[in-house]
């Protein structure tokens, strides 16, 4: 089965994972056609695990191999396609369109419920925020990303190892 991961929190804040040894080490529990986009941890592979197996196999060989607590979110390349399509706002060429992959449902549902509070603080009614299957949908103005009542939210400690932000760009070309 075809499958997207996406790494949280490397290549920043003294976490450095290149992408050769990033795919060596995937490639050593047993994930085929590793391919890695970018230097964030975007990476698409193949492999005959289910995802339940997956998941904690790939996030034990990461903090065994990078010396770091690992965090990651794993998807059946269907499903990426879908977070992709599901994308529910208009393309501008002054906002950033992103998905924030998380960890469960209830994770989505409290980013969507705090996002309603950050909508009324100033700068909040340029940003638009909408729920997905476990992914929430941003719009956010560029330049604005982290300093913006809703990426301030993204922000938190609290949130960090259950949720991860892409750039639709990035999404559309792994798939």
């Known amino acids: ?11 920043v804040s ?12 995937l490639a050593d529990v047993g994930l085929e056609d590793v391919r ?15 995802l ?3 998941h904690p196999m790939i996030e034990e060989a990461l903090t ?5 607590e690992a965090h990651v979110q794993v998807l059946p ?18 906002h950033h369109r992103y998905a924030i992959l998380c960890a469960t449902d209830r994770v ?14 100033p700068g909040g009614d340029r940003e638009r925020v909408a729920a997905g299957t476990s992914v929430v949908y941003w719009s956010c103005p ?19 190892a259950t949720t991860t932000n892409r750039n639709l760009n990035t999404l559309e070309k792994m798939l």
């Not at 065994?64 to 770091?68: A, G, K």
């Not at 989505?108 to 419920?113: C, E, I, K, T, Y």
């Not at 330049?143 to 993204?154: D, E, Q, R, V």
Request: proline share 5%; charged share 20%; aromatic share 10%.
């Open 108 to 121: 989505a549902a409290d980013l969507v419920d705090l996002a309603q509070t950050a909508a009324h603080e």
């Open 64 to 68: 065994s191999t990078f010396s770091y």
């Open 142 to 160: 560029k330049g604005a990303t982290l300093g913006s009542p809703f990426g301030k939210i993204l922000g938190q400690r609290r949130f960090r």
């Open 36 to 50: 890695t986009y970018l230097q964030t941890g975007n990476v698409t592979f193949t492999s005959a695990e289910q």
């Open 52 to 54: 339940r197996t997956l």
């Open 14 to 25: 003294g976490i450095r994972v290149s992408m050769p040894e990033l795919r060596e080490c």
């Open 77 to 94: 390349r269907a499903e990426l396609a879908a977070v992709v399509t599901g994308y529910p706002f208009p393309s501008a060429p002054d």
């Open 1 to 11: 089965m075809e499958y997207a991961m996406f790494l949280r929190g490397i290549n």
